[in-house]
Every structure is written in C-alpha cells, then in structure tokens.
C-alpha cells in the first residue's frame, strides 16, 4: 500500500447494463486532500460513493479505505469514515437534539467543543421537529453528524443541496478548517465553486467514465483564457473573427455575435485584430470551471 494512502479503488465497476453505473475506476486520494467528483445527473456518483461506503457489491474491482476493503471489511472501513447521502432520511426521534445525542452515544463521544461548533456553524435549531425540519435544516444536521465523527475520511454526497449561500460559505470554511488538521474529503456537487474553494482535484464523471482530472495546474491554465464576447456591426467584420479565431463556443451570423474563447497571450492579439473592424459591443471574461466543463461536455 502507497503510504498515507486513504482511498484506493482498482478497476472498480458498478454495471448496472445499459451504460449505467460506475466502469473501471482507479482512483488514489492521499490523506489530507480534498477531491471533488462532478458529472451530470447519474453520471455515477451517488454510485461511487455508496460503493466506497460498501453499500455496494462491485461487479468488478475493487475499493480500499487505508488498505481495507470496503466491501468484504465494511465494518471497520465504515468506523474510518464520516457519510452524508445524496438523500437524507433520519430516523424517527423527536427533535434534533436528541437525534444528534443519540449519534454521539453511537460514537461513544461526548458534546465538547467542536461539536458546539459545529452546531453554532451551521445555526441548528436543536429544538426543532426533525420531521417538520426544511430541506436545508436537514441538510446542516447531517453535515454536523458527519464531521463530529471526527473521521478521518468524509464521503460527502452532494453536501450543499437546499443549503443557503451563507452555510455553503460556512461549509466550505469547514472543509478548509479540516483539511488543514488532515482530514481527507470525497465529494460530489453540481457547484463548481465550492469545488474549487475546496479542492486539491476535480474528477469529471461522464457516464461512470472519469473523462477528465482538473488539478491545480490545469485550475489555472483555465482561469489564462479568456471568453470574450464580441458583437459586430458588419457581417464583414464577423467573418474575419470567426476565420481568425478556431475556437469559438457561441456564433449568431444574424446578429453578427461571436464568442472566442483566447488565451490571455492572445488578448493582444485580438486586439490589434479589432481595430480594423467596428464593433458594437464587446465584453471580456475569464473563464471558469464552469464554461471548461460545458465545453468538455459538447466535445466528449
Ligand atoms: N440500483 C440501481 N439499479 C439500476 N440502475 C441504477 C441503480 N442505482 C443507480 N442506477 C443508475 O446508475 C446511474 C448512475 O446513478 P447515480 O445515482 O450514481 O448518479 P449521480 O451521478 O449520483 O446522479 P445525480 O446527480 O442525479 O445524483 C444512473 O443511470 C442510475 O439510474
């Protein structure tokens, strides 16, 4: 086993026929890092997870937690790690804090001062009704049931769904706070920002392919483009744009409206280009995770 490993999925395969499932994943996280799986709706995720937690029997391959398997040595993979499922359903108790107490006595832990502030973070209402509870309430409850394990590794399915842009701030400063104690954290989410405040990597999930890996680097070879949207006043004009530039992710001939997306070395360039055609309107913007990832929708 590579030291300081904590996540080690071989050829790892959910087939669930019909191009669904998860198919030869190999993925290593060490501890300490943060990595975040993106992917449309059922793109695999929820089924990479569950499969990590051994909840699922793999067709083929296998997953390691610290060397484990997660599957046949659930019962101890499961002590290594905080959960919070892509859909919440809690158990019959009455308020939130007997629920949360009843969690601690599962632990075997005691309310000390992280899991009050862990509380206080998220703003829980310990008094409130867990069935009447909102989306989000019952959102924030889970994320505190699963850092206050204090494990060493949190496999968080979509853990801001239905939360407010308050507690996705309060979340991610959460994450930072244990990363930097080394805790290792696996999640999914539809919100590309998050996963860049939060993570070291960012697995892009395509039909239960991972198709793509954005590291730090790559973070930053995306955010040296830019998507420049320019609107011309001559089809002339238009044409030159579209025959100067290869790469464009927008085109309306009518309206003469074309969007490059250019390196920043290239911004010059365009520029000089520009000055020979007249243009009604023009706007530069850097491109984010987001555009990087439609884009790689439409190629893959
Ligand atoms: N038990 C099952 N039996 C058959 N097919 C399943 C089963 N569980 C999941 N699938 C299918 O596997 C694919 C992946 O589902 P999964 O829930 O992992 O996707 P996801 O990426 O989490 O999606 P979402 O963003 O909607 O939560 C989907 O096509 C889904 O319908």
Redesign the pocket.
């Known amino acids: 086993m590579v030291m300081n490993q904590m996540v080690n999925t071989v050829h790892l395969t959910k087939d ?1 026929k019909k191009n ?2 998860i198919f030869d994943m190999n993925l290593q996280i060490k501890q300490g890092e943060v990595v975040g799986i993106v ?10 997870m569950r499969t990590l937690m051994g909840f699922i029997h793999p067709t083929d391959g296998y997953s390691e937690i610290r060397g484990l398997n997660s599957w046949s040595q659930a019962s101890k993979t499961k002590r290594m790690i905080g959960y919070v499922p ?1 859909e919440i359903a809690f158990p019959d108790t009455k308020s939130g804090e007997t629920f949360l107490n009843n969690q601690l006595k599962l632990l075997r832990a005691s309310k000390d001062t992280y899991v009050n502030d862990l509380i206080q973070r998220f703003k829980i209402d310990l008094t409130a009704d867990i069935k009447r509870m909102s989306k989000g309430m019952k959102q924030k409850t889970a994320l505190v049931c699963a850092f206050m394990t204090k494990a060493p590794l949190l496999l968080l399915d ?1 853990p801001t769904t239905g939360l407010d842009p308050v507690m996705r701030d309060a979340f991610i400063d959460l994450v930072l706070k244990v990363k930097a104690n080394g805790t290792t954290v696996f999640l ?1 989410s ?1 919100m590309f920002n998050e996963l860049e405040r939060t993570c070291d990597r960012i697995l892009f ?1 395509k039909d ?1 392919k991972v198709i793509d890996v954005v590291d730090q680097n790559k973070f930053e070879t995306i955010h040296s483009f830019q998507k420049v949207k320019i609107q011309t006043s001559t089809s002339e004009g238009f044409q030159k744009i579209l025959t100067s530039f290869s790469e464009t992710s927008h085109v309306n001939s009518e309206n003469h409206e074309i969007t490059v997306l250019i390196s920043n070395t290239k911004v010059a360039t365009l520029l000089v280009l520009l000055q020979d055609i007249e243009i009604d309107d023009i706007s530069f913007d850097t491109q984010t995770l987001d555009n990087y990832f439609e884009k790689e929708l439409q190629v893959k």
């Open positions: 669930y669904r499932g992917g449309k709706n059922g793109a695999g995720k929820t089924t990479t892509g979509e999914s539809h999930l239960g």
